[in-house]
């Protein structure tokens, strides 16, 4: 007969031929590996009486993963040289088969006072599950620590709240994250747990969704195992695609925003049980005076929110004689009021507004749609009421088309959030600077819906524009209302692109947005604080005092378009211009003359006159790329048929180089002593080669009065611009200005160029020029 040591690899085979078989997943590989694993650990465990085996953690739960480490407890009665012993033959086996073990041997007055001691070791007992040996000891065990925990887990549910927060510091929220952490991250199965945790204290009840959200978790995080070869708790994006295949998604883009819809209802579920515990627990009474308490009468004091909608005993619930079937705005009321109070609402309630309440709420009245608008306003108020009515499906019963945008992944790295958590982080960067115009309301709506077209085929703004125009009118707003926030969703971007990308000063930017806009002073203030709203919501670092700048500039010379009287674009024959073009005429010696002025912010402006066309557009540009200096914005005047080049730009690592050394570096390109182009591939190599790929080109021919438009997108890597500016230049076309913008991992860079004699470039010359562009960016490709 076989020693439990010679039985090793048949358990290490038998996991590997569950693995191997595919059709295997979900719950029933959890099922069949705790099942395996039991009778295994059965086989080599001595019976011996006062001494137990037994399961704790996701092991006791039976919620293995394949590769999960087994956590086991050996509990005995009283510590001896026989445990020990016992143990060796229990851990040994485990050991050389190659799995994962936390194990500890201990007493039941050990395992208790620990628990009592350690918020994680109580956790992990709750969940502590018969194995083999004395099953007296593990029942003993399992009901000291249930006891333990219905005395002390309404007070300890903090220390929860603690741990969990100090995880989504470290590993974010699942609900919103590309690649979450299942396990670790806020939301995932670690919060699931600490949900059963508070339900078997008798705090809350976990309802349905939470618990098929955990088995959703489960399942995918089996199929991480599984496609990893080890232990894993994140879903990468690789293999996204696989484990949808495996757990029947559509795709990996559908299995990624059911994951994160998971961890949103997990992640809710808990926000909302820690804080009820949090305004549960007692004042500081002895236990004697707290049960000497039911013995007086007392009331629970109900307030008034507004009608038909109290606050009792700390929640928001339905007046005696409200009417949810009848009462159509009645949800919306109560969640307006809710959020105003900062209270949270009554489970009970929810469901029975849900159960009675008109399943097509049809056109709103004035009043609801003045409620619903005064719960927009109610800034960081606003998220967990809306998470509470989106839990409930009652965002559904209002805003059907919330169900294309609902947990839907943003796969652009500037985004931190999902598109529906955007769109309430944009409606609470609204509500800071409502003041500013005059019809809040429109503002509020338009910033709920303006990317509501997310999801959609083609342009998500134009996609998103009926879609708001049938939401604002099933809303009840005028005609004009509708138009108007019709124009801010399919317009949402106007600004913020064309500030970025385009020359604000050529009079056809800011004409071509005036025309664009209307004339309405209104929508374009709407327009303006939208666009600062929307890019606070995008991510850090998105809306910059620069970015700024460049919106209310723009804004600004569209209002004077409107009033008429445009800008004076000529701005290049600024004192700058003037005093180097100045200078260089002066010391006719001087191949290189180089200014540096302070700018807005960390920005400078660096300009740049040579004579020699041996310092050609791009060479400069990869000098100051050298430097570590980011462009934002390049011109290029000829005052006295000599070049100056005019740049803004900002410091990478916060150091500006002096006027000498940028005069003297460029004086060696100039010579020939210094090969810009050998130099910026060898920078680039040493900070890891960036990634090449063919760039998109954009031509535009009505966004400037004497030059044609070309918008260049691209992967952002060291030295584009140098290496766009030098495929330019193998070409007769002339570059009249450049700006350039850098999204998360894309740079958007666009020039307004000419023909030699100042014209238009003619479509028979752009194949040329898009070819020796896609060559220069693309290199080898």
């Known amino acids: ?117 350690d918020i994680k070791v109580m956790l992990g007992m709750l969940d502590i599950r018969y194995i083999a040996g004395d099953r007296v000891i593990a029942d003993e065990a399992g009901t000291a620590i249930s006891q333990a925990w219905r005395t002390t887990g309404a007070r300890r549910a903090m220390e929860l709240r603690a741990m969990a927060r100090e995880r989504q510091e470290q590993f974010g929220s699942a609900a919103y994250l590309l690649e979450p952490n299942l396990k670790q991250s806020y939301g995932g199965l670690r919060d699931g747990a600490i949900l059963r945790a508070l339900a078997r204290a008798q705090l809350i009840d976990i309802r349905p969704n939470v618990q098929q959200a955990r088995e959703l978790l489960l399942d995918v995080r089996a199929e991480v195992h599984r496609v990893a070869g080890r232990a894993a708790d994140v879903l990468r994006a690789q293999d996204r695609g696989g484990i949808a295949q495996s757990l029947g998604f559509e795709s990996g883009d559908t299995l990624l925003r059911s994951v994160n819809d998971a961890a949103r209802s997990i992640g809710h579920a808990s926000d ?27 009331t629970a004091q109900r307030i008034g929110l507004a009608k038909d909608v109290v606050s009792h005993n700390g929640e928001v619930v339905l007046a005696r004689d409200a009417r949810p079937a009848t009462d159509r705005g009645l949800p919306i009321r109560m969640a307006s009021a809710a959020a105003k109070a900062d209270l949270v609402m009554s489970q009970f309630t929810l469901d029975r507004l849900m159960a009675e309440g008109e399943r097509e709420v049809g056109v709103w009245t004035d009043d609801m749609r003045d409620d619903f608008v005064a719960l927009l306003a109610a800034s960081r108020g606003l998220l967990q009421v809306w998470e ?275 005069t003297r570096t460029m004086n060696r390109v100039r010579d020939g002593s210094l090969d810009v182009s050998e130099r910026l591939t060898r920078k680039e190599a040493s900070y890891g080669k960036g990634e090449r790929s063919v760039p998109e080109l954009l031509w535009f021919d009505d966004e400037a009065t004497e030059a044609s438009v070309l918008e260049v997108r691209a992967v952002d890597a060291y030295g584009l611009l140098s290496r766009i500016t030098d495929g330019l230049q193998r070409t007769d076309l002339l570059v009249r200005s450049a700006v350039v913008e850098t999204y998360g991992p894309n740079a958007v860079d666009s020039f307004y160029l000419t023909t030699s004699d100042g014209a238009k470039v003619p479509p028979e010359v752009r194949a040329g020029a898009e070819a020796a562009i896609t060559v220069a960016v693309s290199g080898d490709l």
């Open 272 to 298: 909302m049980a820690f804080r009820r515990a949090a305004a549960d627990r007692p004042a500081s009474l002895t236990l004697r005076a707290r049960l000497r308490m039911p013995t007086q009468r007392v």
């Open 388 to 662: 509470t009515l989106d839990q409930h499906g009652l965002i559904a019963r209002y805003l059907p088309e919330w169900d294309y945008v609902r947990s839907r992944p943003q796969y652009n790295a500037v985004h931190r959030f999902t598109v529906d958590r955007h769109l309430l982080e944009t409606v609470i960067q609204v509500d800071a600077n409502k003041q500013s115009v005059r019809r809040p309301d429109l503002l509020l709506v338009a910033a709920l819906l303006h990317d509501i077209g997310k999801g959609q085929p083609g342009d998500h703004s134009e996609a998103g524009t009926p879609i708001a125009v049938a939401i604002a009118t099933r809303m009840g707003f005028s005609p004009p209302d509708v138009s108007v926030i019709a124009t801010l969703v399919r317009h949402h971007l106007l600004l913020a692109h064309t500030a970025a990308r385009r020359d604000l000063t050529e009079p056809l930017t800011s004409k071509n947005v005036a025309d664009t806009l209307g004339e309405s002073r209104e929508t374009i203030d709407l327009l303006q604080a939208l666009t600062r709203a929307d890019a606070l919501a995008t991510g850090p670092g998105v809306w910059t005092d620069w970015k700024s700048t460049l919106v209310d500039e723009l804004v600004r010379q569209v209002r004077a378009h409107h009033a008429g009287t445009p800008v004076n674009a000529a701005v290049l024959a600024d004192e700058v211009i003037e005093s180097v073009d100045e200078a260089y005429r002066a010391d006719a010696d001087a191949p290189v003359v180089v200014t540096i002025a302070p700018a807005d912010g960390v920005q400078s402006r660096i300009v740049v006159a040579a004579r020699s066309a041996d310092l050609s557009l791009s060479s400069i540009t990869g000098v100051l790329a050298l430097e570590m200096l980011a462009i934002r914005r390049a011109s290029i005047a000829r005052p006295n048929g000599i070049p100056i080049h005019d740049f803004l730009v900002e410091p990478m690592f916060g150091v500006m180089p002096t006027e000498r050394h940028l």
């Open 1 to 117: 007969m076989p020693t439990p040591s010679e039985e090793v690899p048949s358990i290490r085979r038998l996991r590997e031929r569950l693995l191997t078989d595919t059709s295997v997943v979900g719950p029933q590989i959890r099922r069949e590996l705790t099942e395996r694993y039991d009778e295994w650990l059965r086989q080599i465990t001595p019976q011996r009486d006062g001494i137990a085996l037994v399961a704790v953690g996701s092991y006791g739960r039976a919620e293995l993963a394949p590769y999960s480490d087994l956590d086991l407890l050996l509990l005995h009665h009283k510590r001896s040289v026989a445990v020990s012993s016992i143990a060796d033959r229990i851990w040994y086996p485990i050991w050389d088969a190659g799995l994962g073990l936390d194990h500890s041997v201990r007493t039941v007055d050990e395992t208790v006072a620990l628990a009592a001691d």
